[in-house]
């Protein structure tokens, strides 16, 4: 009987010498590769380091590194001043001590060092596959490890698994070579490299038991296999040296031992849930298959291929090296069962990071099975033969299916706003940004302030309710209620909840019962919830403090007081607005305010439409002013510069209240705002990434329905300034058809409604509108825009591109044959004729004060117009005083003029609103139609007559006395 690893060997162990580095046994290219791969592996560990925000356990991690040796050697943590002891053992956090002295301690800096230590498992991967199998074997196992979704995601965040990961590999290759090795010296360095590494990897999580474990069986199988029948060669033999190392081990084991059964014996651990054993297997093969998702499963189809692929593996690995395929089955069993055994005495799970552990084994039964049929040897029976034919093209298939599928996740854990890992930063730069020295800031969970504190720079002071040992609900209702005293807002930072046991709605549903609810903000999150409250707990107070304006406003039963609001706004970010009013007593009005940004031109460019009262509820005394507070934010693509910022009230049915000195929009204030640098403020927008000319564009507006031919369409486009431009840039749109062909196109200047484009400075972050009308030739089908920038002599300046959005037209039914007209009238107006006025429906004559009088037009288009006209109906007196005007497009603006096409025939029905101090007698009523931009008429014929004025007489009007 030969010892149960005797086959154990490398594949061509006869030809080469022991000492002889693995690398370089073959060819030489291997070393190239292993060294490109793993310098892939590095850059994709390494990218976008500081993109995530760090969760509660990194804070953790950054906590232990910046205490004293002697601290992280005890495990210790002080949590509001009480000392818990961690559940992780010391090694990870000395290196990260040290690291960090040395190097510094922004994000990106501390995770750098983690992802660099777990990009040592891409090369230890590769040595361990290719001493069991082959280095086809190892190199495909390498790419899948560095392409793993889950590695990836571990290897970024500052924990200790990672180092864990590639201690256990450095473990198992050392116990691989100790096993293949012939007796002589370099056959104990092996046994020190698996002991060691084994060793150390306890000292970095105690999951390093596990893995250790294997190795213990399997020495402990070879003994009791050299006692039963002894072997020569390379068999192994322990000696006294052996016995003597063993020893010592033990006793360098003995401490962790302990320490490792008292925190086992400590029992269950916040959110640490009883997990089925069946979903330890279904977690680790959808990790395993495709990496983290929330839910944890992937759909069958990302996982089957990988799942396949490893049975695969596992079908040629036996037929290879029987021997290898055991060790390597019980790396994959072994730590995962004993993972399952112990978390069902005392829960150890919490999620897919836990399983990292599992991961290199599979991806070796991956690897195998994708190159497993080409370097296996080939049967000569037919049969046998097309199976294996069949097999090994099905794992060369699976292969690629799983490297797309690696690949495809791995640019979404990049990219998809879901992957955003708990923001406890955004919340706390929120916070840096509004709170204000009287407020106060409040943490639901104080295991996240070590993380909030790495992040908040702000000057509002922070505590943590309930404290980390506090369980009495009185007591932290008291501290909570006491802190509402504090005299300005209370934000709350709700979530993540407490994980302490302590009831996680009662602070919550507290503070919504007794102060007023500003607002509810979340950020992303994928294990937490990351949610911000602020509340007003003293709405009533006695003045507008001396940080606000005093202003007057007076309406029929409020006052305006005064007003607080930052100096200078940021665009794209949100700022806070208080205003401190006094009521009348018994009115209790649904009132709504608008506050309005104009610039200098008097261009409206933020309207704000909320709710005046955060709480209706609130009794008002009239000794106090009722303060108000609102979140409000400013769009993206604001320029820099001065705004006005008026109010409006509006009453319950939203109708405009107006001052006591009649003023409508109350100019309150003078503000500065800042245009935006950073395309992450933009709003939600058809995203298109484009380098044109100077400018970078990020994306576009464009409506999402149909588009009626001549109506306006508009146009948003947000740009980033990447170089200033020189001049003062032009905008040429074309508009193209499915067959490519231009139906309409102009140039305009690109800041129509913004300052010059040559006074934009670098990395600005700006909109700028291009409204067009849909031409009235247009037919029921998409069309595509084309843009290009040009210098003002239409010289381009930047490559052209279409839009990836189309705008889609739902032309106008066609109708050219006129029905019959009460009036006629055959009136030609403008220079060529453009429109004819048929004639009108005027029914009523003769009416009353205070009434609508209605009126039908009849029109024509001769040409289709390029412009809208508006039509303005005048009733004038026997003076030729206006006594009453309506001024509006046609049908209601359903057909602006622009939509017409030659010979169509439109029914325009108006309505004309009479005053109700219109005087008894006999009014002429006048009709034409002018440009709303130029305010010129166009000049109408009537029998080969132009009429000069514009005007053209329909009739005359009785108006009688009133009832």
């Not at 050392?174 to 104990?188: E, H």
């Not at 369980?471 to 807002?489: I, M």
Request: proline share 7%; glycine share 6%.
């Amino acid at each position: 009987m030969k010892p149960l690893w005797g086959k154990l060997k490398l594949n061509n162990q006869k030809k080469l010498k022991d000492n002889q580095p693995i690398m370089f046994r073959k060819r030489g290219y291997d070393l190239l590769l292993i060294l490109l791969v793993t310098f892939a592996a590095f850059a994709l560990r390494s990218h976008a380091l500081e993109y995530q925000s760090m969760w509660s356990d990194e804070g953790l991690t950054l906590y232990r590194a910046r205490q004293p040796i002697s601290t992280i050697l005890a495990n210790t943590i002080t949590v509001d001043g009480v000392d818990t002891h961690d559940t992780n053992p010391a090694f990870y956090f000395l290196l990260l001590h040290v690291w960090r002295s040395v190097a510094g301690e922004s994000v990106f800096v501390l995770r750098y060092f983690n992802a660099a230590l777990a990009t040592l498992s891409i090369p230890l991967i590769y040595l361990l596959t290719t001493a069991v199998f082959k280095r086809k074997a190892g190199l495909v196992t390498a790419v899948f490890l560095t392409l793993s979704p889950l590695h990836i995601w571990n290897a970024q965040i500052l924990r200790n698994y990672g180092l864990l990961l590639t201690l256990n590999l450095l473990s198992v290759y050392g116990l691989v070579r100790f096993l293949q090795a012939s007796p002589s010296k370099n056959r104990w360095l092996w046994f020190g490299v698996w002991a060691g590494a084994g060793l150390v990897g306890i000292f970095t999580h105690y999951f390093g038991f596990f893995v250790l474990a294997l190795g213990v069986l399997i020495l402990l199988l070879q003994i009791l296999s050299h006692w039963w029948q002894p072997t020569h060669g390379t068999a192994f033999r322990p000696g006294r040296w052996f016995w003597l190392a063993a020893i010592v081990w033990g006793l360098l084991l003995i401490p962790l031992v302990l320490t490792a059964f008292d925190r086992f014996q400590i029992g269950q651990q916040i959110d640490f849930y009883n997990t089925p054993p069946i979903d330890f297997f279904t977690h680790a093969i959808h990790a395993f298959s495709a990496g983290d998702i929330r839910g944890i499963t992937h759909p069958w189809w990302r996982v089957w291929p990988a799942a396949l692929l490893a049975l695969l593996g596992i079908l040629f690995g036996w037929r290879s090296h029987r021997a290898g395929t055991l060790l390597i089955l019980g790396y994959q069993l072994v730590p995962l069962g004993i993972l399952i055994f112990l978390s069902a005495i005392t829960p150890l799970y919490n999620g897919t990071r836990h399983l990292l552990i599992a991961l290199p084994p599979f991806l070796i039964f991956c690897g195998m099975g994708m190159v497993g049929g080409w370097i296996i040897q080939k049967p000569t029976h037919k049969t046998r033969y097309d199976i294996d034919l069949f097999l090994k093209y099905l794992g060369l298939i699976l292969g690629l299916l799983l490297l797309f599928i690696q690949g495809q996740r791995v640019y979404v854990q990049f990219t998809d706003p879901d992957y955003l890992r708990d923001d406890v930063r955004g919340a706390a730069q929120y916070l840096s940004q509004h709170a204000q020295p009287q407020d106060i800031i409040i943490l639901h969970d104080t295991l996240i302030g070590f993380t909030f504190d790495y992040y908040y720079d702000g000057v509002a002071p922070w505590q943590a309710i309930p404290l980390f040992h506090q369980q009495d609900l009185d007591q932290a209702t008291a501290k909570f209620e006491e802190a509402g005293r504090h005299g300005g807002r209370i934000w709350f930072l709700s979530q993540p909840t407490p994980r302490t046991g302590f009831p996680r709605e009662h602070l919550i549903e507290w503070a919504d019962a007794h102060w007023i609810h500003l607002f509810t903000k979340s950020f992303p999150s994928f294990w937490l919830g990351t949610e911000l409250r602020a509340y007003l707990a003293t709405p009533m107070v006695p003045d507008i403090g001396e940080d606000s304006t005093a202003i007057t406003a007076v309406y029929p039963h409020l006052q305006l007081h005064g007003i607080n609001h930052p100096a200078v706004l940021q665009a794209g970010q949100p700022w806070w607005l208080t205003l401190y009013w006094s009521a009348s007593a018994s009115d209790s009005a649904d009132y709504h305010l608008s506050v309005r940004l104009s610039d200098a031109d008097g261009q409206l460019w933020q309207q704000a439409d909320i709710p005046l009262w955060n709480d209706t509820t609130t009794p008002y005394r009239n000794s106090l002013l009722l303060r108000t507070d609102h979140e409000i934010t400013l769009p993206a693509g604001m320029p820099s510069g001065s705004y006005t910022m008026t109010l409006r009230l509006l009453d319950k049915n939203l109708e405009l209240i107006a001052t006591s000195d009649n003023i409508i929009d109350f100019p309150v204030s003078q503000v500065s705002v800042n245009s935006s640098k950073n395309p992450d403020d933009l709003p939600p927008i058809t995203q298109q990434k484009e380098r044109l000319g100077p400018l970078n564009l990020h994306g576009f507006t464009l409506p999402s329905g149909n588009i009626k031919p001549g109506h306006v369409v508009p146009l948003t486009l947000y740009w980033q300034v990447r170089q200033p431009p020189q001049t003062d840039l032009q905008l040429q749109f074309v508009l193209l058809d499915n067959d490519q062909n231009p139906v309409w196109g102009q140039n305009q200047p690109l800041a129509q409604d913004i300052s010059p484009s040559s006074t934009w400075q670098a990395d600005e972050v700006l909109k700028t509108t291009a409204n067009f009308i849909m031409p009235a030739t247009a037919v029921t089908k998409p069309y595509t825009i084309r843009l290009t920038l040009t210098d003002p002599t239409g010289k381009p300046v930047s490559k052209t591109i279409e839009l990836d959005k189309t705008v889609m037209v739902e032309e106008w039914p066609l109708e050219t044959i006129q029905p019959t007209i009460p009036t006629p009238i055959d009136a030609i107006l403008g220079k060529p004729p453009l429109i004819r006025l048929s004639g009108i429906d005027l029914s009523e004559t003769t009416v009353q004060p205070n009434s609508i009088l209605p009126l039908t037009f009849f029109w024509q288009a001769i040409e289709a117009p390029e412009d809208n006209f508006a039509v303005f109906i005048h009733l004038v007196d026997a003076e030729q005083n206006i006594v009453s005007q309506q001024d509006s497009m046609p049908v209601n603006g359903l057909r602006p003029t622009a939509s017409w096409r030659p010979d169509e025939v439109v029914v325009d029905s108006q309505h004309l609103f009479l005053s109700p101090d219109l005087s008894p007698g006999n009014y002429q009523l006048y009709a034409g139609l002018y440009n709303p931009y130029t305010e010129l008429r166009l000049l109408p014929q009537i029998n080969g007559e132009t009429l000069s004025d514009g005007r053209i007489l329909l009739g005359t009007i009785t108006v009688e006395a009133g009832e």
